[in-house]
């Protein structure tokens, strides 16, 4: 990744579970569109992932099998930065330096704290809510334009837009003030057992997350046990959560507009149309799980890849943090 004039994008997934096809229509997929047209900087974000209880030995394993997952979902290592978060100690340098300018009222109010705290009313831990923070600290590092996330992220890219305007403001013009980037279509995938709920690769419930690792039985099942309603017309509107979610899940890995996917549709029956979006995503995955596997194979390749992203991100990372050090007024040596 040659130093350019090219804007910067920064964005990163949790190795907290296998990804499901939420995290890829609402971040990974366009990762992939994007290192292209942009300087990228793409993290496995391990610190944020200990927030909520992890087992060391499976975050180890989950850590490679993402960065193996980004490479097999066309991130080319060659064009972007792709590295480990916390192999880049920069981030949890300056996540304590944004904190001083952090009010805990604001942390309490975010929709992600709240819903994690009651998920995980036995650990909430400082770390929980410090994860804007910590989010804030990753994008800024990099002096990112841009942070292409899904529709559940966009309010910890607004925290970060607010910590960085206080910072600039308190000690002198520092950091870019960051734009999130969200897909119309695709940008919240929901449960399919629950379409008031988003897909997450931490639900309890099976049946409600599709893997980017599941089989294709595996897939074809989920879809057809997915929650509908009674009518049998195949439309996308608010009061069909269910069918809505399956309209743009097909749209997303068919390529096509929610409008296009509805017209291909009318007619059908919800089996018919259950069974198609299932078969289309399958297809789309079969490749990629294939590729996952022979990277996982190679893991010194793999080691190679993280290792040179992590240099290359920590050049970055150094200079704002440098920068950051001095206007704050640490002692660096005469
Ligand atoms: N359901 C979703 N639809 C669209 N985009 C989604 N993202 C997550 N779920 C959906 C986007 O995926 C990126 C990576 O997410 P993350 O791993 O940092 O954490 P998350 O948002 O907390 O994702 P999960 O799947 O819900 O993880 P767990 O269960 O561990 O909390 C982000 O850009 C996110 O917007």
């Known amino acids: 990744m040659e130093s350019s004039n ?19 229509a609402g971040a990974v997929g366009n990762w992939v569109r994007m290192q292209k047209e942009y300087d990228c900087f793409y993290a496995i974000a391990d610190l944020h992932a200990i927030t909520v209880r992890q087992e060391p030995s499976e975050l180890r394993r989950r850590t490679l099998e993402l960065a193996a ?20 100690s920069a981030h949890a340098e300056l996540a304590w330096v944004l904190n001083t300018l952090t009010y805990v009222g604001e942390m309490e109010r975010m929709t992600q704290f709240k ?3 009651q998920k995980h009313a036995d650990n909430i831990n400082m770390g929980l809510m ?32 607010d910590i960085a305007n206080r910072f ?11 734009e999130p980037l969200i897909l ?28 980017l690792s599941d089989d294709r039985d595996t897939v074809i099942r989920k879809f057809k046990r997915a929650v509908t309603d009674s009518e049998s017309c195949v439309r996308a509107s608010a009061d069909k959560p269910g069918i ?17 996917a509805e017209k291909e549709f009318s007619g059908v029956g919800y089996g018919d149309f259950k069974s198609a979006v299932g078969e289309t995503v399958a297809d789309a995955l079969a490749p990629v799980q ?32 440098s920068k950051v050090y001095c206007k704050v007024g640490f002692y660096r040596g005469e």
């Not at 090219?6 to 890829?24: D, E, F, W």
């Not at 996330?149 to 970060?160: A, N, R």
């Not at 600039?168 to 960051?178: A, D, I, L, S």
């Not at 809505?244 to 296009?260: D, M, P, Q, R």
């Open 130 to 161: 410090d994860y804007p923070v910590l989010m804030a600290a990753d994008i800024l590092l990099y002096q990112a334009d841009y942070v292409p996330v899904g529709v559940d992220q966009k309010q910890h890219v607004e925290i970060t837009r």
């Open 115 to 117: 819903d994690k705290s």
């Open 184 to 211: 119309k279509s695709g940008a919240k995938i929901m449960s399919l057992q629950d379409p008031a709920r988003k897909m997450s690769k931490s639900d309890e419930n099976p049946n409600a997350s599709v893997y």
């Open 6 to 24: 090219r804007k910067i994008v920064y964005s990163a997934a949790q190795p907290s579970g296998n990804l499901t096809i939420g995290n890829y």
């Open 69 to 88: 997952l980004y490479v097999a979902c066309g991130i080319d290592p060659e064009h972007c930065a792709l590295y480990v978060q916390s192999n880049v």
């Open 290 to 321: 294939a590729e996952q596997k022979r990277l996982l194979a190679d893991k010194g390749y793999l080691g190679g890849i993280l290792s040179s992203g992590a240099e290359r991100a920590f050049k970055a990372a150094r200079k704002t943090l």
């Open 168 to 178: 600039n403001n308190r000690y002198g013009e520092t950091f870019r003030v960051p």
């Open 244 to 260: 809505t979610n399956l309209l743009t899940i097909y749209s997303v890995f068919k390529g096509c507009s929610v409008a296009e």
